[in-house]
Structure formats: C-alpha cells, structure tokens
C-alpha cells in the first residue's frame, strides 16, 4: 500500500514538496519505500555511515515507522536515517517504559537525485515479538533543512506539537 505522509500544521515544509510511503509485507520481511520529493539540495542529509545502531537520529533528517498490534497499548519504534544508522525501542505504553529492542539490523539502502530520495528499508519481524494478528501502524518523518529547520511529516498528527508516539498517528493497519 501507497500512503501520502501529511507536514505537521505548524512547520512550513519547504523545501520539501511530499512524502510517500510504500508499505509491504512479505512473509516475515516488512519493505518500507519512503519517497521525498523537493528541492533535495536545500535538504541536511545525514553522511553515508557504516549502519550500526545510533540513538537520537530524530534530532536529524529521520525516517519513522511505529508498530503496535490491535489490542494492547505497547508497541515498537524503528527509526532509519539516510546515513544507514538505525535505532529499535519498545515501549509499555504511551511513552512509556522505553528500552532497546533486540532486533536484527535492517538493510537500508539509499538513492538520491536533485529532486528526490528515497530509502527503502528491508526489515525482519520475527525479532519483533509481535504477537500474531494484524497491527496498526504509524508513519513519520523528521526533515532538516539546511538552515537548521526541521519538519515534522506524519499519517495523522494530534492536536498541538509534533508526537509520533501519540495513539491517533497510528492510522494505517499491517494485516496479519
């Protein structure tokens, strides 16, 4: 599936013009396809590093995607950076109770052109611990421009701030 992300109302997007996001689940294997476009050379794109594990990649040009299943309030946070780092948090509930998620690092792979980029993330679920059944899923981006501005790109956002964790963002569903 195809989903549009939305700019937060509050944060001028430029220089980005849209982001999509597809969405695939095959077997165990969840591909994630995100899609920029804009004027990219306006954009602070993290340097290619070697991919390992790195906290905080939010403070930068981040890609997000939040998995919770259909009854329960916890739920996993993956985030995935242009420059291949990646991060994995559980959390009890909302905003709560985060610890590192042992998971098996993703294959990320970029590709860049004056108007677009795109990443594409291949990452196993079985690792995940998600119990069976399908699971609603939320879809964020933080973007940096190279003034230091950052926008906040989300399925849905709540009312006030930017907050990808909240239970509205989760507005999509990953069948079993």
Not at 83 to 108: C, H, K, L, N, V
């Amino acid at each position: 599936m195809r989903l549009a992300l939305k700019v937060h109302p509050d944060v001028p997007p430029d220089p980005v013009f849209g982001i999509e996001v597809e969405l695939e689940r095959v077997a165990d294997i969840l591909v994630l396809r995100y899609a920029v476009t804009g004027a990219i050379e306006h954009l602070a794109i993290p340097p290619s590093a070697w991919s390992a594990r790195t906290d905080e990649l939010w403070r930068h040009t981040c890609f997000e995607v939040f998995l919770r299943p259909e009854r329960g309030e916890a739920y996993v946070e993956l985030n995935f950076a242009p420059s291949t780092q990646w991060a994995a948090y559980r959390f009890t509930g909302y905003r709560e109770g985060m610890a590192p998620a042992d998971i098996a690092p993703p294959r990320i792979d970029l590709t860049t052109t004056a108007t677009s980029i795109e990443l594409t993330v291949q990452l196993e679920l079985a690792r995940l611990e998600l119990p069976p059944g399908p699971c609603r899923v939320a879809l964020s981006a933080v973007i940096e421009a190279a003034s230091g501005a950052k926008s906040y790109w989300s399925l849905a956002h709540p009312p006030g701030r930017p907050d990808f964790h909240h239970r509205s963002s989760f507005a999509c569903v990953l069948p079993a």
